[in-house]
């Protein structure tokens, strides 16, 4: 059984779109940058990773990245698609819940307001390593912060203001180091429910579509069958913890034996390789990897 992947947010680089254009797809980029008033192809060729770093710029960048290798790899039977944070909107346009021009339209919002929320106060987010689970909990609510991401596989992202995300790092909770992330806000949070009012506002202008595959939820891990349900669920994640650990959790359940990662691609087959090592793994990082990727969905039932 086959799952597609979409990371989030921290996974863009620099250049990354590059490998993916030619002449028809820099007319679809060229068409989606119009049409939600972004150059998507400056910022995925020559920006700076301080540009791209950018909440505004680098959500609806990895869309538009994950939107493209999907189309490359060309894949019309998977049974199971999700996305972390910001790839749950390209996994709703994969799994047809969204044309990808809502797709874009949506995380434009969405990345717009989540800036303009993070702006209004000092905070940010950090990751734990390790450690064991209860104590790293622990340490992390005694200081008033939130487990903003249960990634599983070791990892917690906590969220809050940076005077109490710079008590964190110095001192981590045994057995664990802490590294600060190199983002705007303390996303998946309190900070964040302006954002949720705005993007929840701006959907009903959006066509919902039923998936045609099993749509995994970051709120929870399960599987959602329902397209206006799915797009609810994400457009209140902004302000609630993303538990990827009970996506991985579902994986397993439904018997998926193989994923692929879709561009920028690495983050969750690394997180998976750690937490289920039974599921095979397949990152799809440039074009040239299309062919071997082809080949990994028909072993694992797609096509």
Same mark, same amino acid.
């Given at each position: 059984?086959?799952?597609?992947? +979409?990371?989030?947010?921290?996974s863009?680089?620099?250049g990354?779109?590059?490998?993916w254009?030619? &002449?028809a797809?820099?007319?679809?980029?060229a068409?989606?940058s119009?049409h939600i008033?972004l150059?998507?192809?400056r910022?995925?060729?020559i920006?700076?990773a301080d540009?791209?770093?950018?909440?505004?710029?680098?959500?609806p960048?990895? !869309?538009?990245?994950?939107? %493209?290798?999907?189309?490359a %790899?060309?894949?019309?039977? +998977?049974s199971?698609?999700a996305?972390?944070?910001?790839?749950?909107?390209?996994?709703?346009?994969?799994?047809?819940?969204l044309?990808?021009?809502?797709? %874009?339209?949506?995380?434009?919002?969405?990345?717009?307001?989540?800036?303009?929320a993070?702006?209004?106060?000092?905070?940010?987010?950090a990751?734990?390593?390790?450690?064991?689970?209860n104590e790293v %909990?622990?340490a992390i609510?005694e200081?008033?912060?939130i487990?903003?991401?249960?990634?599983?596989?070791?990892?917690?992202?906590a969220?809050?203001?940076?005077?109490?995300?710079?008590?964190? $790092?110095e001192?981590p909770?045994?057995?664990?180091?802490?590294?600060?992330?190199? $983002?705007?806000?303390?996303?998946h949070?309190h900070?964040?429910?302006?954002?949720?009012s705005?993007?929840?506002?701006?959907? &009903?202008?959006?066509?919902i579509n &039923?998936?045609?595959?099993?749509?995994?939820?970051n709120?929870d891990?399960?599987? $959602?069958?329902?397209g206006? !349900?799915?797009?609810?669920?994400?457009?209140?994640?902004i302000a609630?913890?993303?538990?990827?650990d009970l996506?991985?959790?579902?994986? !397993?359940?439904?018997?998926?034996?193989?994923?692929?990662? +879709?561009?920028?691609?690495?983050?969750?087959v690394?997180?998976?390789?750690?937490a289920?090592?039974g599921?095979?793994? +397949?990152?799809?990082?440039?074009p &040239?990897?299309i062919?071997a990727?082809?080949?990994?969905a028909?072993?694992?039932?797609g096509?």
């Amino acid at each position: 059984m086959l799952a597609l992947l +979409f990371p989030g947010q921290g996974s863009q680089t620099p250049g990354m779109l590059t490998p993916w254009l030619d &002449e028809a797809t820099r007319k679809t980029v060229a068409n989606w940058s119009l049409h939600i008033d972004l150059d998507l192809e400056r910022l995925g060729t020559i920006a700076s990773a301080d540009e791209i770093k950018d909440t505004a710029n680098a959500q609806p960048l990895i !869309v538009a990245a994950g939107l %493209l290798g999907a189309s490359a %790899l060309g894949l019309t039977k +998977f049974s199971v698609v999700a996305g972390h944070s910001v790839g749950e909107i390209t996994a709703a346009g994969v799994s047809g819940v969204l044309s990808p021009a809502h797709a %874009l339209e949506l995380v434009r919002q969405r990345g717009i307001s989540m800036a303009k929320a993070a702006s209004q106060a000092e905070t940010g987010m950090a990751a734990v390593l390790g450690g064991d689970r209860n104590e790293v %909990l622990n340490a992390i609510n005694e200081l008033e912060l939130i487990p903003a991401n249960d990634n599983g596989a070791g990892q917690i992202v906590a969220a809050g203001s940076l005077a109490q995300i710079d008590k964190l $790092v110095e001192n981590p909770p045994t057995g664990s180091r802490v590294r600060a992330l190199a $983002v705007a806000g303390a996303f998946h949070t309190h900070y964040m429910q302006s954002a949720v009012s705005h993007v929840a506002g701006y959907v &009903e202008k959006v066509s919902i579509n &039923e998936p045609t595959s099993q749509l995994l939820s970051n709120k929870d891990g399960t599987v $959602v069958l329902n397209g206006k !349900v799915a797009i609810d669920r994400i457009v209140n994640q902004i302000a609630n913890p993303v538990r990827w650990d009970l996506c991985m959790e579902s994986l !397993v359940q439904l018997g998926v034996t193989g994923v692929i990662e +879709f561009p920028p691609a690495g983050t969750l087959v690394g997180l998976l390789k750690r937490a289920t090592p039974g599921i095979e793994s +397949f990152a799809l990082k440039s074009p &040239e990897d299309i062919a071997a990727a082809r080949a990994f969905a028909i072993k694992h039932g797609g096509a």
